[in-house]
């Protein structure tokens, strides 16, 4: 974890592989909110690594929901029938659909906003529907950092 106090997420509208729109972070629809956030297609291996502390944290704190958040630059936009079909031909579970929400966004803002310095990896951060960031990690999963994740989902 460094430096959360310092982040927010920021207001920003995107939709989820069913077609709702979400307007982030205030439709986060949990307390606490564990968030994957993606830049690149190949990186879904580094979100799927995550998948015990996820089913874990599903299982153990119902006051904790999931999202993925595959962010693309604005410039993609014209190809987002394209590219969000593809995902949902891929992803055929729909509470996965639903908890899949894709942002066409100028990043260069929106990273800033999160302490985001580098694109090359995924970013994982705890959300409260206010935008408070209250933990993040970075990269693949490392079952070191599921004590500290533990920590701010405890009731």
Request: proline residues 8%.
């Given at each position: 974890?460094?430096?959360?106090a310092l982040h927010r997420f920021p207001n920003v509208v995107g939709k989820n592989l069913a077609g709702k729109v979400f307007r982030l972070p205030a439709d986060f629809e949990a307390p606490l909110n564990l968030v994957?956030?993606?830049?690149q297609r190949r990186q879904q291996d580094d979100v799927?690594?995550?998948k015990p502390l996820v089913e874990?944290?599903?299982?153990?704190?119902p006051q904790v929901r999931v999202y993925e958040i595959p962010t693309l630059s604005r410039s993609y936009t014209l190809f987002r029938g394209f590219i969000d079909g593809?995902?949902?031909a891929g992803i055929p579970d729909p509470s996965t659909r639903a908890?899949?929400?894709t942002l066409y966004i100028d990043k260069g803002p929106y990273d800033e906003s999160l302490g985001i310095t580098s694109e090359d990896e995924i970013t994982v951060m705890l959300v409260r529907p206010s935008g408070e960031i209250i933990?993040?990690?970075t990269g693949r999963y490392d079952p070191a950092r599921t004590p500290s994740l533990d920590r701010y989902v405890t009731p």
């Amino acid at each position: 974890m460094n430096d959360t106090a310092l982040h927010r997420f920021p207001n920003v509208v995107g939709k989820n592989l069913a077609g709702k729109v979400f307007r982030l972070p205030a439709d986060f629809e949990a307390p606490l909110n564990l968030v994957f956030i993606a830049f690149q297609r190949r990186q879904q291996d580094d979100v799927d690594s995550w998948k015990p502390l996820v089913e874990n944290v599903a299982r153990r704190f119902p006051q904790v929901r999931v999202y993925e958040i595959p962010t693309l630059s604005r410039s993609y936009t014209l190809f987002r029938g394209f590219i969000d079909g593809g995902m949902r031909a891929g992803i055929p579970d729909p509470s996965t659909r639903a908890a899949t929400i894709t942002l066409y966004i100028d990043k260069g803002p929106y990273d800033e906003s999160l302490g985001i310095t580098s694109e090359d990896e995924i970013t994982v951060m705890l959300v409260r529907p206010s935008g408070e960031i209250i933990w993040r990690a970075t990269g693949r999963y490392d079952p070191a950092r599921t004590p500290s994740l533990d920590r701010y989902v405890t009731p």
